[in-house]
């Protein structure tokens, strides 16, 4: 189980595959050094920030899915941990963001994809709007995405949203977090805070 929550009742959370990107965009967000790496598994625990002052906490879970030198049982473990933050925590939840990586994502929910099963990806992005939390899909790393529209458009296929995929502004959003590229999504995520009249919450955004 993951521990060390901070009490607050109103939280945005970053979720995906490992290196996917979720720390370098935390680091966009807050300002604040985060470890990030090359490799994937570099966060293990939740890095919950949260301000003295305010009822919100932004969280960036560990990532799920391969990682170097972590055994089987633990990469379960940690599906299984943040499956269950998620589904713990869905009535405080503003917004999720599922980090994407837009150069590879396609390739692995293809690679995941058969009659008995759905890649993780997927499953976590239906299983958030099951528990009614507005999620984003951030597509990172679209620096290294030449098919820009094409990838968009085949993102959307997979995770069964109608194209073209510019008319889900509010839920599918192109970034590149290293180079702080990530208006698309702040502006998403305004969108599903304003809707929940949380305008208070922009500036972290
Ligand atoms: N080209 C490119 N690389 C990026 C971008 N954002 C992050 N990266 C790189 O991707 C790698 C992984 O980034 P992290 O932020 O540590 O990824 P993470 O999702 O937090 O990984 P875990 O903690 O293992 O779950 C690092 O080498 C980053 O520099 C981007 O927009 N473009
Ligand atoms: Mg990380």
Redesign the pocket.
Known sequence: MFEGRPDRDAEVVLV????????????ELTGHA???????????QPNHYDWVAEDFVLT?L???GF?SGVDEAVREQIKTDVVRYVEDHADELLVAVL?V?G?SVIDIIDRHSGPDSIPYDVELFHFLRELDVPTVVAV?????VDDRDERLDDLCDRFGLPTPWQQWQDTVAP?????G?IEPLTDAVRTHLHDQKRDDLFKFF
């Open positions: 995906g595959r490992s290196n996917v990107g979720k720390s370098t965009l935390m680091r985060v470890e990030t790496g090359g490799k994937p598994g570099v966060t293990r960036d560990p990532g799920f990682m980090v990586d150069k990172n790393k679209m620096d290294k970034i590149t977090a290293k180079q590229r």
